[in-house]
């Protein structure tokens, strides 16, 4: 349950500015993103710049980044078959030549791109098309890597730092050296401290959910273990000093205290759950290669106007969550919800909520979260072919037993639990489960908030028993799970893989050992 | 382009009345059915009775049928597999004893259920729980089914006649038979021409798609080959004596002639693909048995006030299609239609919208138009647990080339055409399309409407050229569509068939010949 200022608070200030003034349509108004200006760590190099606009009337709001509520999440595995290795890339190589930063700074465009890492020169120019994070890697061209680096620290991973070692071309002279790495303090130096039930998929930035069989143990999820999803360090905020802006065009811009926010306007609370694009990523079986992108930019979102404008969408400026002030992780003091939305669209750490005509330049809205076909690869794909994701499709996960596990029957039956959700507030109609490879489908027992109206926002939980062959030593359970447009998922995986490993929704699969 | 009554205006009056009364909220606002009084039949054997009400906001329309508008549609092809039989079932048998219609008319429970067909006297006890449409054989028992069967001629069907000779306990006596059969004028006599592209599936009432390639030709199908789904012969309503009446729980009552209708309210237009839930049917394979019931009631529907009351749903109240004053078959002189939602929302032939709490009883919503676990049979069915379908799911259909089509290729690429389409607004974003099981896909190009807001009524027509083995004598193609919800199709209908035989919106798939 979040608390929060009233969504149809904003609305009225957005609302009533545009009616003051000579607009025509509110689609015409839009929010776009600036960075997040508080920062603990000063890592931001574009510290100041706006970052912003778009196409057609959409609500974007920016701060840190973008991560879970509800509960819903289940971060990559990607990296888990990378086998330690001991490569020491950076180090000075003999008889290579030698080159001053000033060299290397010549070298800043696509037609001829260096950069350097510790005491490394290299030539990147003909990986530039091959860079999962696409041109974001000009903007560490001609000059050091190493702070891009730091602070994604999956880059320093034995088979990046063996990618790079093939486009090496020289040593860069060794007083730069020294100019390159000062003024580095671990940017991640101030990270809070996490429950241990959260499992890191990555530490820098940090990603971690919890077991899914905690997640059914209750309708909401404690603080401690909602899934997190950052895209960099942590911002470390003091309430005194927190004002958040909300402009654009047309509008008079307002600047808000954190104590404005709560007394100026009617609390509102909703439960909603939060899913990243990403859950469910491993299935995705095709998927290879980096997933984080290092751009340097603070993070930044869009929504729709008429989404966020439209008081049946009940868009949260949230301060606290479950009851309590949301923890640093969440966003502290205040993030954004939109429930019925994909996750990076709920911005934490909100600084700016900007009213725009186009859709914000951030990497993570243009260049990321977007679904494309199977065959579209790294070399084929165009970015702005696809639309940014907002709603999510359907999708449902059994929790409970997990893959492996051992289960003993009773009276010939197994329990499972599970949860199940779908963008846009559409409510789970069904959920479908079978033991046999679908020759029968066993129609689970839902929990779910009881909504007159058609936004359903909170996840539901469901169990079923189900039958298994008595003398059986496994057996291979499937759930699908059908929303009140009744659209249903995949079955496989097969023809959804896409390459940014998002939108992973086929029939969860899981098999398991059981006793006799 | 169907030209229409604003829908602002029938909301406007539905809004200011609401805000006369002493409601709190609009969703305690429902509108319900009643039947249509203007048939040309007089086979309407509950004239004059109010089939009302449901659970929560809704808004219901009655009349006559619903059926189609923009585009989509195919009907079953269930029966074609049915062989001409030469059952003459209900003619007298010696040596069965004889009953009268007053002894008959004595057994009119579920315990004891008799029914006579022609000179047949039947026990239909054991036969009403496989009746395909439930209890409502419970109409026609205790007396004869002719009249019923006179009504839905797919009852005459051979396998029909088989089933019920099973029934057979004795002879009808001989006066009575008169007396069951008198005034049986064919309540068909009076249908409209149709054009001979439209093929039917069912005759009495008619039901009609056009050749799939004739839907590719054109963004707006022309009338004549609009498809037609009828539930009930066609009325015939002189627009002199035409009135739509709008009534309910705290709003004054209003009548409107078609003249008020037309004159009193601002002209709006929309473009609109209308599918019936039933499209794609014989696809699933398991299907079986009749499709359609013979309730004798009027047909009624109703859809949640939420929805058509909310501005942005652009509910009509049509009376043009393509700038034509709509035709008898497709609800002359009114008709509802509510964009986004399933066809059988649309009801033609308008005659009353009833604002009430409860959704509407009528056969059509509350036992067909609803999706089924796989697993659940006749048996075992239980319509109270699935809601009535509303918004579709995404869906996609290779119009252009049809299954066994010759096709030559050129330059190794044959062309490929069809069009997709999702509920609820939801736009169209890909196509993906393959010739080779997908091991790879091609991004169709797409024709839809620019529409900047999240409300794409209208269908996406779409083209692609696929690669062929310049070898082969046959290719597979399959296509296949994501929404803007990035919700796509299941990849085969194993795993979503239900016994009523909707929702059929798995991958589609053609085979044709490849020319050397």
């Known amino acids: 349950m979040a608390s929060a200022i009233g969504r149809a608070s904003l609305k009225t200030w957005l609302i009533s500015r545009h009616v003051d003034s000579a607009a025509k349509s509110l689609t015409s108004y839009i929010i776009h993103d600036t960075q997040f200006r508080k920062s603990s760590s000063g890592s931001y190099s574009d510290e100041g710049k706006s970052t912003s606009s778009w196409t057609l009337g959409r609500l974007t709001v920016a701060g840190g980044v973008a991560a879970g509520f509800g509960l819903l999440y289940g971060w990559s595995r990607e990296h888990e078959g990378v086998q330690a290795a001991t490569v020491e890339e950076g180090v000075f190589v003999k008889g290579l030549p030698n080159y001053s930063l000033d060299e290397v700074s010549k070298h800043s465009t696509e037609s001829s791109a260096w950069m350097t890492y510790k005491r490394g020169v290299y030539d990147v120019t003909e990986f530039i098309k091959h860079h999962p994070g696409g041109k974001t890697i000009m903007l560490g061209v001609g000059g050091a890597a190493d702070p891009f680096w730091h602070l994604y620290a999956v880059h320093k991973e034995p088979h990046v730092l063996k990618l790079l070692s093939q486009y090496r071309i020289g040593n860069l002279e060794e007083d730069d050296v020294e100019h390159q790495t000062k003024n580095m303090d671990d940017p991640y130096a101030n990270e809070p401290k996490r429950h241990p039930a959260l499992k890191p998929t990555s530490q820098k930035p940090f990603n971690a959910e919890p077991p899914a069989a905690l997640l059914v143990a209750n309708f909401h999820t404690p603080n401690e273990l909602f899934y997190v999803r950052n895209h960099l360090p942590v911002p470390e905020v003091d309430e005194k000093d927190y004002s958040l802006t909300l402009e654009g065009e047309g509008v008079k811009t307002l600047t808000l205290t954190l104590d404005e926010l709560k007394k100026k306007f009617p609390k509102y609370k909703l439960s909603a759950a939060i899913q990243c694009a990403g859950n469910r990523r491993s299935e995705l079986s095709k998927f290879e290669g980096l997933d984080l992108d290092a751009t340097g930019s603070p993070y ?54 900007i009213l725009s005509k186009e859709e914000s330049t951030s990497h993570w809205q243009q260049n990321d979260y ?28 059994i929790c409970e037993p997990g893959n492996g596990w051992r289960v003993k029957a009773k009276d010939g039956k197994i329990a499972v639990k599970g949860y199940a959700w779908s963008g846009g507030g559409r409510k789970i109609v069904r959920v479908d489960v079978t033991g046999d490879q679908g020759k029968t489908w066993h129609v689970a027992k839902l929990q779910q908030e009881d909504k007159k109206h058609g936004r359903h926002w909170a996840w539901t939980l469901w169990t079923v028993e189900i039958p298994v062959d008595p003398k059986g030593k496994q057996t291979e359970i499937w759930a699908k799970a059908v929303d009140s447009s009744y659209n249903t998922q995949p079955e496989s995986s097969a023809h959804i893989w896409n390459l940014r490993g998002v939108l992973s929704n086929a029939y969860h699969k899981v098999i398991v050992n059981l006793i006799q």
Request: charged share 20%.
């Open 300 to 353: 930044g979102a869009s929504v729709p106007a008429e989404r966020a404008l439209d008081p049946k969408s009940e868009v949260l400026l949230a301060y606290e969550m479950n009851g309590e002030p949301l923890s640093r992780d969440h966003g502290f003091p205040v993030r954004v919800i939109i429930p019925g939305v994909v996750g990076a669209r709920s911005v934490k750490w909100l600084s700016n909520i």
């Open 370 to 397: 977007k679904g494309f076909c199977p065959s579209v690869d790294w070399d084929t794909v165009d970015f702005k072919s696809a639309p940014a994701i907002q709603e999510l499709p359907v999708m449902s996960l």
